[in-house]
């Protein structure tokens, strides 16, 4: 069964980049006809999605964080990774990653990691 | 832009039908995906492709769409469905993805 686990910083100070880690396990990162996700969940509101990378490094981002986007993979260690530059404290979130599954055209989110809370504060 | 409107709660008894809905001209040309988040977790996919259920989910939680409508529909609620439930979507490529958001039911 397919698992995902997020890492990184939990407190990032304004201005700075924010960095997660999303770990992989029980299925390869390099499967066929999946990407990998980041969302975000601001406390009390609604889920954001934030974009998504292929095994073979390309990626999708919300255009409306496109300019403070980067994700990368490491096929080597099963895992892929969220940076997220010059945050403010409406970047304060449960950030998510998720599996997202391709059919054709269409894309869903399945499973999902347990989420991990990073909060913007000097 | 592309968006995805749900009512903000809906509220039913045990025992009874929830239906909650997502619309948006997205819709017409892509299919909705639903999640369930209850307090405290991540979201788990209910439905996908407006009306497949995932193994695992039970049977009284069932999709619909007509037009640029999409609902959701859970028959005889149960305690337990008390959540938080967000639909999702992607743009005319399908590429770029998109969240309703989200419409609380409450099991009164």
């Known amino acids: 069964q397919l698992q995902l686990q997020e890492s990184g910083s939990g407190l990032v100070k304004p201005s700075q980049t924010l960095s997660l880690t999303c770990a992989v396990s029980?299925?390869?990162?390099?499967?066929?006809?999946?990407?990998w996700s980041w969302i975000r969940q601001p406390p009390g509101k609604g889920l954001e999605w934030i974009g998504y990378?292929?095994?073979?490094?390309?990626?999708y981002y919300n255009l409306s964080l496109k300019s403070r986007v980067t994700m990368s993979v490491d096929k080597s260690k099963n895992q892929f990774s969220l940076r997220l530059s010059s945050v403010t404290a409406a970047d304060t979130a449960v950030y998510y990653c998720?599996?997202?599954?391709?059919?054709?055209?269409?894309?869903?989110?399945?499973?999902w990691g347990q989420g991990t809370l990073v909060t913007v504060s000097s | 832009s592309y968006e995805l409107t749900q009512p903000p709660s809906v509220s039913v008894s045990p025992g009874q039908t929830a239906r909650i809905t997502c619309s948006g001209d997205?819709?017409?040309?892509?299919?909705a995906y639903w999640y369930q988040q209850k307090s405290g977790q991540a979201p788990v996919l209910v439905i996908y492709?407006?009306?497949e259920r995932p193994s695992g989910i039970p049977e009284r939680f069932s999709g619909s769409s007509s037009g640029t409508t999409v609902t959701l529909t859970i028959s005889g609620v149960q305690a337990e469905d008390e959540a938080d439930y967000y639909c999702?979507?992607?743009?005319?490529?399908?590429?770029?993805?998109?969240f309703g958001g989200g419409a609380k039911l409450t099991v009164l």
């Open positions: 998720a599996r997202v599954v391709i059919v054709v055209a269409n894309r869903w989110f399945d499973p």
């Open positions: 029980g299925g390869s990162i390099s499967s066929g006809d999946y990407s």
């Open positions: 990378i292929y095994h073979s490094g390309s990626t």
């Open positions: 997205a819709l017409s040309k892509q299919y």
């Open positions: 492709k407006d009306s």
């Open positions: 999702q979507s992607a743009d005319s490529t399908g590429s770029y993805l998109v």
